[in-house]
């Protein structure tokens, strides 16, 4: 089996080729970067995935041996002028070890799980929850009848259950992730005005999955309507033009997600991610650098922007940040696309290689086919040949027999006789008598025999006095014909008309070649 990069598949046993194949179905990652991460995880897939999507904790045991190395590794530093100070050497006492930045959990919200009563509770209740659905239908009609009229004749009750929909919390009902989005950005531009914020329209797991896939910073909003910096913040610094314009730019490769905290996917991810004030912002992206080895798969949070700040602040912050991490994005970039540059060129030359080996197949296919074709022809002529040879075998023998059994000349003096002149094909002449009783099969016989009965036709065996027999089962076939010239009139080599019913008592007659079909088609061609 073939290797990829420096890992050699084919010295991992069956088990652990499994475990790497459904690994990468899941992850997409590089094998490269695959097996290490699956041997840190005792090649248990469930706990590989959990560290790809939720990010590694560190490595106790690398930890220890990498302490007693006589030449310690250093991870690679990003550091600001705050974690400098945060890292100087104390008066006194030992450097300070850099804190490294907190993982990004990845969060998928749970559908709410619905308990049934008991059935006998369920029949005893029944009647009140029929009740209480007919009340909620009709003061829901009710509602959105009223919701319709203009709000300063509207009743407040109405107002404040109807159209809050962004501060409210009541009647929020659990949507699915994509829903729950497709909510906040309604009920955000309906609050703050139509905006060119691009909110990712998505759960927040499927949000964090695009930023690690396509190697992008992941920015979140959380957002609290009912606190009070909440509002000032949003119009003031989110919405200011140098903030949209920096979030918009393509080349800072943000995904914006936002969450309105009353939501259930929201709150969790608040909570999660340690939110204890509003409002609140946090960047996330991965940190390859930042897990013990150049590919780590660990998504962390690097930059908490918590409460209102200034547009100006809250813009430096989020360069600082995406300024310290974007070079080790750009270098995993970078190695993903020499990676995938070496994917394509592997695939293109084993579709090279398999097309080859398809002409190669189709070559020996038809090597093969005509090799039997050959074969059978030969096989067919050979056949064909000795057909041949058998029957004019059996026509000679035939010729023979039959010469044996013409009845011979009548005298000259006999009467009842019928006296034929006939042209052979070769020119020559043949004058005979024949008795009335003869048969026009019989004259055929005459001309087909004719070289034997006057020894024209040198046969040791006719010559011998030993007499011939009929082949068994040959139809002998004629291959001329005997016709009268004027008026002209050809004569069938019939077994039961005579030569006195059929020519008379005498007559000239022409013998004529009969030219086979197949030869005929050959001299045509």
């Known amino acids: 089996m073939a290797s990829n990069g420096d890992v050699d598949i084919s010295q991992l046993s069956p088990e652990q080729q499994s475990a790497l194949e459904q690994y990468t179905q899941v992850t997409a990652q590089d094998i490269k970067d695959a097996v290490p991460l699956l041997q840190r995880s005792q090649w248990n897939v469930q706990i590989a995935v959990a560290k790809f999507f939720d990010g590694e904790g560190p490595d106790l045991v690398a930890e220890a041996m990498a302490a007693q190395n006589d030449i310690p ?7 600001n002028l705050q974690e400098s100070l945060a890292s100087s050497r104390p008066f006194g006492g030992r450097p300070l070890r850099r804190a490294r930045p907190d993982p990004a959990p990845r969060i998928v919200p749970q559908p709410p799980t619905t308990h049934r009563p008991p059935w006998l509770l369920a029949v005893l209740f029944a009647p009140f929850n029929f009740g209480y659905r007919a009340l909620s239908t009709f003061f829901r009609t009710f509602v959105y009848i009223f919701a319709f009229l203009p709000a300063s004749v509207r009743p407040r009750s109405i107002t404040t259950s109807m159209t809050s929909g962004w501060k409210g919390t009541m009647g929020r009902r659990m949507l699915m992730p994509r829903d729950t989005a497709a909510r906040f950005r309604r009920e955000f531009e309906e609050e703050y005005g139509t905006t060119s914020l691009p909110f990712y329209e998505g759960g927040f797991a499927q949000a964090l999955d695009l930023a690690k896939k396509e190697l992008k910073f992941l920015l979140i909003v959380l957002m609290s309507p009912e606190h009070d910096d909440t509002e000032s913040f949003t119009r003031e ?7 949209v314009s920096f979030i918009n730019d393509p080349e800072n490769n943000i995904v914006l997600w936002g969450g309105n905290v009353l939501d259930s996917e929201a709150y969790q991810v608040a909570a999660e991610y340690n939110c204890t004030k509003y409002p609140f912002s946090c960047l996330v992206c991965l940190t390859p650098k930042e897990g013990g080895s150049s590919s780590s798969t660990r998504m962390s949070i690097v930059k908490r922007l918590v409460g209102p700040l200034s547009p100006s602040t809250y813009l430096a912050e989020l360069q600082t940040a995406i300024g310290k991490y ?3 994005l750009a270098g995993v970039r970078a190695e993903r696309t020499a990676n995938e540059v070496a994917r394509n060129l592997r695939t293109e030359q084993d579709s090279a290689y398999e097309r080859s080996l398809a002409r190669d197949r189709e070559r020996a296919r038809q090597r093969r086919e005509a090799e039997a074709a050959a074969a059978e022809a030969e096989k067919r002529a050979r056949q064909e040949a000795e057909a041949a040879e058998l029957r004019a075998a059996q026509r000679k023998q035939w010729r ?9 000349e009548p ?6 006789v019928v006296r034929l002149a006939l042209k052979m094909p070769g020119n020559d002449r043949v004058v005979r008598r024949f008795a009335n009783t003869t048969t026009v099969e019989e004259l055929y016989a005459f001309v087909e025999c004719y070289d034997i009965l006057n020894g024209l036709e040198e046969d040791e065996e006719y010559v011998s006095e030993k007499p ?3 082949p068994d089962g040959y139809e002998h076939e004629y291959q001329f014909r ?7 009139v050809v004569y069938e080599p019939d077994k039961n008309a005579t030569l006195a019913d059929t020519i008379g008592r005498s007559g000239n007659l022409i013998v004529e070649d009969v030219i086979p079909d197949d030869e005929e088609d050959e001299e045509d061609e």
Do not use: F, V
Request: charged share 30%; proline share 14%; no cysteine.
């Open 73 to 79: 590794r250093q991870p690679a530093r990003h550091e």
């Open 400 to 408: 023979r027999w039959r010469a044996g059994t013409l009845a011979p």
């Open 468 to 470: 011939a027999r009929k």
């Open 326 to 328: 974007a070079p080790d």
């Open 411 to 416: 005298d000259a003096a006999a009467k009842n």
């Open 482 to 488: 005997i016709a009268s010239p004027l008026p002209r």
């Open 237 to 243: 610094t989110l919405l200011a033009p140098e903030i």
